[in-house]
Structure formats: structure tokens, C-alpha cells
């Protein structure tokens, strides 16, 4: 894909988010499912389209530590640098979420991040300036889809946008780590 394209891909997945639409795209795990994670009626599509109980919360994406200030009052300091010392995919649970769609935190409080180093996802979070939805892309109790082939055209039909990036990739990336962090700096592992 040249530099035009990825550009124009970019551009569309982006005008789309910003249209309350969803979109299909990879990133640093699986391919996702993803929409404004501020805006209400995008997540609930989401659930939707995943035919999943809006009891389970799904994770939302960050270009940077710093953006996720936007999105957790009072991130444990300790969180900086599990996010930046990481060496494969790491979603945090942090507690005291603010500024997301409802079906994002969960009954606790808390939402799962993730800064995203991918090349897509980044950029698109970055362009994007919000939280963006990272769902698997899958309907609910189905597998997740490792690679664009394994995608059920069920979700495919069931998006605004489908990104073109990395849609011939076979590597199979594994799912991302998840650590609770609550607010007094108490960590429980859920996923090495």
C-alpha cells in the first residue's frame, strides 16, 4: 500500500469515527471493531453488531499515556511507565473512567486502556485526538479474528468502513496482556 493510499485510508476510517459510524480496522492485537468512544450511540451499534450484553465493557485505544489523562482522573503514576515499558500489548483497568460512553466503563468505575504502538491504530488515534473502541472483531462467543480472512462477513456488512491496511497480513498477533490497577496502586494480573 503507497503512502497515497494509506493516507486516503487513514482519512476515511477517521472521517468515519467522526460521523458516529463504525469502522473494521487491525490493530496491535486483533482486528477490531472500533467507534468514537465518547459517543453513545456509536458504542451501542457496537454492541449491536456484536450481539454482546452491554454489561460486558469493551477497551478503548490512545495514541499516548498522556491522552488517557482525558479519559481516568487520577492515573497512578506507576501506570506511565507499565505503559511505557511494555514489551508486547498491554491493556490497564483503571479506575475513576470520565468522558467515555457509559457501555465503555464498567460497574466499578474502571475502563480498560491500551496505548496502541501499531502503525494504523496509532495514527488513527492520533488523528482522531479521542479514545477509540477496540472491540475483537467478532460476534459475541465467537473466535476472534486474528487475521482479515477470519472475519465473519456478518461484521464486515455490519460496518461504515472496513480499512484496506494490512488486510493481506497473515501474522497472527496474540491478544494483550490486562492488569488491574486501581487507584491506590494495587495490581491484580487477569492475562500475563
Given amino acids: 500500500m503507497g503512502k ?6 487513514l482519512r476515511q476510517a477517521v472521517e468515519t469515527l467522526r460521523k458516529g459510524g463504525l469502522i473494521l480496522y487491525p490493530t496491535d492485537t486483533v482486528w477490531g471493531i472500533g467507534c468514537d468512544a465518547t459517543n453513545a450511540e456509536a458504542v451501542a451499534k457496537v454492541f449491536a453488531l456484536k450481539q454482546r450484553a452491554e454489561a460486558k465493557s469493551m477497551l478503548v485505544l490512545v495514541d499516548s499515556a498522556t491522552r488517557a489523562q482525558r479519559y481516568v482522573k487520577d492515573i497512578p503514576d506507576v501506570a506511565y511507565d507499565m505503559f511505557e515499558m511494555a514489551d508486547k500489548p498491554l491493556t490497564l483497568i483503571l479506575d475513576n473512567a470520565r468522558g467515555l460512553a ?6 466499578d468505575g474502571s475502563v480498560g486502556i491500551r496505548v496502541t504502538n ?4 496509532h495514527d488513527l488515534c ?9 472491540t475483537s472483531a467478532n460476534i459475541s462467543g465467537h473466535p476472534a479474528a486474528a487475521i ?3 472475519i465473519e462477513q456478518e461484521i ?6 472496513v480499512v484496506r ?3 493481506d497480513d497473515t501474522k ?12 491506590n496502586g494495587e495490581v491484580t494480573v487477569i492475562r500475563p
Fill in 126 to 134: 492520533y488523528r482522531f485526538m479521542k479514545a477509540v473502541v477496540s
Fill in 156 to 161: 464486515i456488512d455490519g460496518v461504515d468502513y
Fill in 148 to 150: 482479515y480472512p477470519e
Fill in 4 to 9: 497515497t493510499d494509506y493516507e486516503e485510508d
Fill in 118 to 121: 501499531e502503525k494504523f491504530s
Fill in 172 to 183: 497472527k498477533a496474540k491478544p494483550s496482556s490486562i492488569v488491574k490497577l486501581k487507584a
Fill in 102 to 107: 457509559d457501555g465503555l466503563v464498567a460497574e
Fill in 165 to 167: 491496511y494490512r488486510r
